[in-house]
């Protein structure tokens, strides 16, 4: 089993910046993708951005150029640097974290809150 770890949540105003990081533990050598999830209340979780081992990455229309991700496949740790927060960025973000043949991993942490005030 594989047990992930987010940190970096927090209350910001528009405009600012927070960096999320999530670290993988247990069976981590089986992780080949990994990424962010958010999820706001009323609304279906939507993708983020995704990382594999390699460097490829996914990033969401909604975040390009304001957000980056990064990772570092010796310590299996993932970093979401969210920059120019808007108030539709506010949400639930989740760290998810799985092998190569499905998009959507199997492992996922307990989730960290994002809110951004006008």
């Known amino acids: 089993q594989v047990q992930l770890v987010e940190s970096g949540g927090g209350l910001v105003q528009a405009g600012g910046s927070l960096t999320l990081s999530c670290a993988a533990s247990g069976n981590s050598e089986s992780i080949i993708r990994m990424g962010w999830y958010r999820q706001a209340p009323g609304k279906q979780r939507e993708r983020v951005a995704t990382i594999t081992s390699g460097g490829l990455t996914i990033v969401a229309d909604s975040v390009k150029g304001r957000f980056t991700i990064s990772r570092d496949n010796a310590k299996n740790t993932v970093w979401l640097l969210m920059n120019s927060l808007k108030p539709e960025d506010t949400a639930v973000y989740y760290c998810?974290?799985?092998?190569?043949?499905?998009?959507?991993?199997?492992?996922w942490g307990q989730g960290t809150q994002v809110t951004v005030s006008s």
């Open positions: 998810n974290a799985g092998g190569s043949r499905t998009l959507i991993g199997k492992y």
